[in-house]
């Protein structure tokens, strides 16, 4: 009988949330899709964390036509050496998700080598156990992974 290590138990517990992982665009497309329907993501349907998912649609949809980096950083991003995924733990209504979601989403489209995946928190329970602020399951929950 093989056991897994404490490192190989993380490993496969992010590899298996990669596998349902949502690019930007998807994400996006979802948040929208919610907001116009008078829904949200996760289990709890309450009208405030529907309306946080109505709010956060229209502040992404304005970070992504507004947001601009200056050159310095670009060509930074551009230059990025290190293949990585940037894997987003979230909900559609997380007030912090709305501004960090574009700025994460524009650096890896400037950059070849990082990509951006997006996972829901209440989908993911043992990868957000994995990722706690002391016992809390706060949010957005960024998880920076090398390809080493």
Not at 12 to 21: E, L, N, P
């Amino acid at each position: 009988m093989n056991v897994m290590t404490k490192e190989e138990q993380v490993l496969d517990v992010i590899h298996q949330s990669m596998q349902h992982a949502m690019d930007y665009p998807t994400y996006r497309s979802l948040v929208h899709d919610l907001a116009s329907n008078g829904a949200t993501t996760g289990p709890e349907q309450t009208d405030s964390l529907i309306q946080y998912t109505v709010l956060n649609d229209k502040r992404m949809a304005r970070w992504d036509k507004t947001l601009k980096f200056e050159e310095k950083a670009l060509t930074d991003i551009e230059n990025y050496e290190v293949e990585t995924t940037f894997l987003v733990l979230t909900e559609s209504w997380c007030g912090d998700a709305s501004p960090s979601l574009p700025v994460l989403n524009r650096i890896a489209e400037t950059s070849r080598n990082i990509s951006l995946k997006i996972v829901l928190r209440d989908e993911n329970p043992e990868l957000m156990d994995l990722f706690l602020t002391g016992e809390s399951r706060s949010i957005p929950k960024l998880i920076v992974l090398q390809k080493d």
